[in-house]
């Protein structure tokens, strides 16, 4: 989907994200391109990743940095590790990427919230800030295991603080993270804006079925997404196990993407003997996904609940509805905004509850019918990337009109 180009209003754009690497960050890859398409010259600093190994590249009109990671794995230490490479890091590439001449916005993602001194930096060189937050970064802390009010939280809220401070404008997901900057951030209204993470339709979308996905198995149930602590891969493979049990040989479940908890799933998923009816992938292509979604009876989003997810916009969930995929997800307050009855929900963090679910859609094709059209016609409609393209280009006007005031 492409966005008419209007007046510019800026010349140069820098982006700069550390959780995943681009073009793999959906969201940000989607920003980008909508901003390009607008006229903008954008530039991106990212962590080199999985397929995205070169230091340097134009993607699509797109100029992409990337640097090398020492390590993503989960712990206070391994983050310490990781965080120690990743800011000086990207202060050095968005240095090499500046060469002296200004970057109108410098647009930047969170987690984590440690880019604010290269905010201020730039600001000082005639930037705007722009922060795009994806994540509520104590709330992450805490969802893996950090303890709430201790030393290293409330540095993180902190942090939080001084880039809401810092920055110009503030992008949010979704209402709720709005709400978080106006309340506990103290940003004026007019300078917060829901751009929400829909997906994108040039990547994400239905194609016909291909039933070799499902390997003789009469119904195939799907996962996309992150394979970290906080994303309840090992519920969606306890609900397998609840499946597997009560439809022997009926159900194959394919998980699509990677992350520091892989392996131990793939170990998991060993020990219950599930190896004939679970499979992990690692990251897939875009025509992998679409294939493997489009032909899934069921997709589970099982993120469970917490401070954290409550309030997040899940991005899977958002892919299963593009897909026209039924979603079985637990009960959290942003999944039902997101997904509606495009989804069915079970009791918090009871992954039989999920497996039941599964049961019960996999018996009743007329339901997940009626549930495909919902999804298909929220994600085309008020959930669509071009409703949230007209509030990035909004936001940013906003931005670079408070700079040159």
């Known amino acids: 989907m492409a966005i008419a180009p209007e007046k510019r209003l800026v010349s140069r754009v820098l982006i700069v994200v550390e959780d995943l690497p681009v073009p793999f960050d959906r969201r940000v890859w989607i920003e980008a391109k909508t901003l390009r398409d607008a006229g903008w010259r954008v530039t991106v600093v990212s962590p080199k990743g999985e397929s995205a190994r070169r230091w340097h590249e134009r993607i699509d009109g797109i100029e992409v ?189 394919v998980a699509m993407g990677s992350g520091g908890m892989l392996e131990s799933l793939r170990a998991r998923v060993t020990e219950l003997g599930l190896d004939d009816d679970v499979t992990f992938t690692g990251r897939v292509p875009d025509e992998e996904v679409r294939r493997v979604l489009s032909t899934a009876d069921v997709a589970i989003s099982p993120d469970p609940a917490n401070d954290f997810n409550e309030y997040c916009t899940m991005n899977k969930t958002l892919e299963y509805m593009a897909t026209a995929t039924p979603v079985v997800a637990f009960d959290l307050e942003e999944t039902r905004v997101s997904a509606g009855d495009a989804a069915v929900y079970a009791a918090h963090n009871d992954p039989a509850g999920l497996g039941e679910l599964v049961l019960e859609l996999l018996d009743d094709p007329e339901r997940r019918n009626r549930m495909a059209e919902i999804g298909r016609e929220r994600v085309r409609g008020p959930l669509s990337w071009e409703v949230s393209a007209r509030t990035l280009l909004e936001a940013y006007r906003t931005a670079t009109e408070s700079r040159s005031v």
Not at 133 to 150: I, K, M, T
Not at 224 to 243: C, Y
Request: proline share 8%; hydrophobic share 45%; net charge positive.
């Open 65 to 253: 940095f990337r640097y090398p990671l020492p390590t993503t794995a989960a712990g206070f230490v391994n983050h310490l590790a990781e965080y120690a490479v990743a800011i000086p890091a990207t202060l050095i590439l968005a240095l090499l990427a500046w060469r002296g001449r200004r970057f109108d916005v410098v647009h930047a993602c969170n987690p984590p919230d440690f880019f604010f001194p290269i905010g201020w930096l730039f600001k000082r060189l005639g930037s705007a800030f722009v922060y795009d937050q994806h994540d509520l970064a104590p709330e992450v802390y805490v969802a893996q295991g950090g303890r709430r009010g201790g030393l290293v939280h409330r540095f993180l809220l902190w942090c939080e603080r001084r880039t809401y401070r810092a920055a110009d404008v503030v992008i949010a997901t979704n209402e709720t993270y709005r709400r978080f900057a106006r309340e506990r951030g103290g940003v004026a209204p007019e300078r917060t804006f829901v751009v929400r993470s829909s997906p994108d339709p040039t990547r994400i979308h239905e194609v016909p079925p291909d039933p070799s996905v499902r390997s003789g198995r009469p119904f195939l149930v799907a996962y996309l997404g992150t394979m970290g602590l906080q994303d309840g891969v090992d519920l969606f493979v306890e609900a397998a196990r609840h499946v597997a049990v009560n439809r022997p040989g009926q159900v194959r479940f």
